[in-house]
């Protein structure tokens, strides 16, 4: 008889569940009460106010870039990129198939279409093999997305940006505090774009920005999200034909996310060292791995550690499914992430004459064959805690696989 929770065994943890050991989130930092107050006694509570323009230049230089431009969210961070750089209407967007709806449906926002393309099977991002496929005379940009805990392919995707003569968006919603070869996400392509929703690594319930090197490029993003206005040029009037919106973001938010920024390096560098005691207690683990990096030197952020399932080596009759609930029942907290390719979303409803979807195996594979953690759960500040996660994985992978 096997000894699983599931068949009625004890539990890795002993009849608790992680999630009592997990930080509440989003963490309550004690100092973000009297910011709020403090924004709510100014009456400034928007019109990019001081908090906002300080997170301009301390969110850019975290980054490792020059500029950085906020609004409502990171999906018109990433519509408000593409009309800075031009794009519209007969320009073909390339994107990587799995990522969340928005990514390709910015493409459409501004009349463009977006072309669903594979993703790397070792690190889960755009897949630089199928992009130059892609590629047609009507192709003027790229969207990498870093996803869950990977740093996309940045050297190779770059290369074929500029053999191509393309502009390159980096979706970088994951991928706060993230870098390869040293260098910030969101400053290596021409526009970075983050996400401040709320399962985000940094949250102010919503939010987005969009960075930058290129002050011209700043300018014009700034125009397309606050009604044709310029922070750099004020007093000039409006762009004739420059369609704009007004996706502003707030004090508020501003105030929240200035004092989550204090407390990046340390979250981060926690989420690393449990992330990596359980790539080493994985070694040994059979049927299972952990999302690969795209170079050895990739620092990153771990938004989602995500874990593969090698279909191959699973015990006849052992889905995803029953692995997922038998990981659940020791008490680690376990979750699907989304559940299919973008392009395969609920949520996806774009009609078929407005995208392109080139081959996508890998996504679909992948998609149905892995298991997530949440950033939260990789805060356990007992490194003992971290050790019965990876207990879980071995109790119930040493059944499920051959």
Not at 270 to 290: Q, T, V
Not at 306 to 313: G, N
């Amino acid at each position: 008889m096997s000894n699983l929770a599931i068949d009625g065994g004890i539990p890795v943890f002993g009849g608790k569940k992680a999630s009592e050991f997990v930080p509440e989130w989003p963490i309550p930092f004690p100092e973000t009460e009297s910011k709020l107050i403090e924004v709510f006694r100014s009456r400034k509570w928007g019109g990019c106010g001081p908090y906002e323009q300080e997170l301009m230049t301390k969110f850019a230089a975290w980054q490792g870039s020059k500029y950085a431009a906020w609004m409502a969210n990171g999906t018109v961070t990433l519509e408000c990129a593409l009309l800075a750089l031009g794009v519209g209407p007969g320009d073909e967007v390339i994107v990587p198939g799995v990522s969340w709806i928005a990514t390709a449906e910015a493409v459409v926002y501004v009349r463009a279409k977006p072309v669903i393309v594979d993703i790397d099977p070792e690190t889960l991002c755009l897949d630089p093999a199928r992009i130059e496929e892609a590629i047609t005379p009507r192709t003027k940009a790229i969207i990498p997305v870093h996803l869950f805990s990977a740093v996309a392919d940045m050297d190779k995707i770059m290369a074929i940006a500029e053999k191509h003569h393309l502009f390159v968006v980096e979706d970088c919603a994951h991928a706060h505090g993230a870098k390869q070869h040293e260098r910030g996400v969101g400053a290596i392509g021409q526009i970075g774009s983050f996400s401040f929703q709320l399962s985000k690594l940094m949250t102010a319930g919503e939010g987005g920005c969009c960075t930058t090197n290129d002050p011209e490029l700043n300018d014009r993003i700034f125009r397309a999200s606050h009604i044709g206005n310029s922070k750099l040029h004020p007093k000039e009037p409006l762009e004739t034909g420059f369609i704009c919106h007004q996706y502003r973001f707030t004090e508020f938010q501003a105030a929240v996310i200035s004092v989550q920024l204090d407390h990046q390096e340390e979250l981060k560098q926690k989420r690393a060292a449990n992330a990596a005691l359980l790539r080493d207690a994985l070694k040994e683990i059979p049927g299972i791995r952990m999302q690969e990096s795209s170079y050895p030197d990739d620092e990153r952020a771990y938004y989602f550690l995500t874990f593969l399932l090698d279909s191959a080596r699973l015990k006849p009759g052992v889905t995803r499914a029953w692995i997922y609930k038998a990981l659940l029942a020791e008490g680690v907290l376990f979750h699907e992430g989304w559940g299919c390719p973008l392009y395969r979303s609920a949520a996806w409803n774009v009609p078929e004459n407005m995208f392109i979807k080139k081959d996508t195996p890998v996504c679909e594979d992948v998609m149905y064959n892995r298991v997530v953690i949440g950033s939260n759960t990789l805060l356990l500040s007992d490194a003992g805690f971290t050790k019965k996660v990876a207990e879980c994985f071995d109790k119930v992978m040493h059944v499920a696989a051959e």
